[in-house]
């Protein structure tokens, strides 16, 4: 769970978020990979505020890190038919926001082993006085990986913004997906701090 504020925030973030890639489909439904891309921001979207607000159980972890790795192979066949080095940069975002997804979910515990005692109850203490406390027993290489998906996420939020920029229609795309880098990014730097 996250501490006020960021709770709302990125409640509202991951709302908007979901909400687009719902509207996408349902509005004007892409085809192959634009289809998975949305769908996969939507469940993404989903699963990020339940993390917000739900202690969720390792059987619901797990089931949500087979979902976003089903879902970042389903993409791989695009990234190998993308001609256009735009295309391939995007799809190599979104891949990379998977692999930032599957992190989060299975580097929980470790980043937060002392939230809780006997380790992490689910998603409890994010941003919180109790996870700082808890950052101070985590690894060096896990906050050393965490801040690398950070990274990610913050050169994902710049390149969708720049691409959002750069087109003169259908700007929502590109917006919901800087919008969930920035969520994701923040999300995972609140983990250990």
Do not use: K, Y
């Amino acid at each position: 769970m996250v501490d006020p504020p960021w709770d709302l925030l990125l409640t509202v973030a991951f709302v908007l978020t979901g909400t687009a890639g719902i509207w996408i489909l349902v509005v004007c439904p892409p085809s192959g990979a634009e289809t998975v891309l949305h769908l996969n921001h939507a469940v993404m979207s989903a699963a990020m505020i339940l993390m917000i607000w739900v202690i969720v159980s390792d059987v619901a972890v797990w089931a949500q890190v087979a979902l976003f790795t089903v879902l970042a192979l389903a993409l791989l066949p695009a990234l190998r038919r993308a001609s256009d080095g735009a295309r391939r940069a995007d799809l190599v975002g979104h891949l990379a926001l998977n692999a930032a997804m599957i992190w989060m979910l299975a580097a929980m515990p470790l980043l937060m082993a002392d939230v809780h005692p006997g380790g992490l109850e689910g998603h409890a203490g994010h941003g919180s006085a109790a996870a700082i406390g808890a950052a101070a027993d985590t690894p060096g290489w896990a906050i050393t990986v965490n801040s690398l998906f950070v990274a990610v996420c913050a050169a994902g939020v710049v390149w969708w913004l720049v691409q959002a920029a750069a087109v003169r229609t259908h700007r929502l795309p590109a917006i919901g997906h800087g919008l969930m880098a920035g969520g994701m990014g923040t999300m995972l730097f609140l983990l250990p701090a």
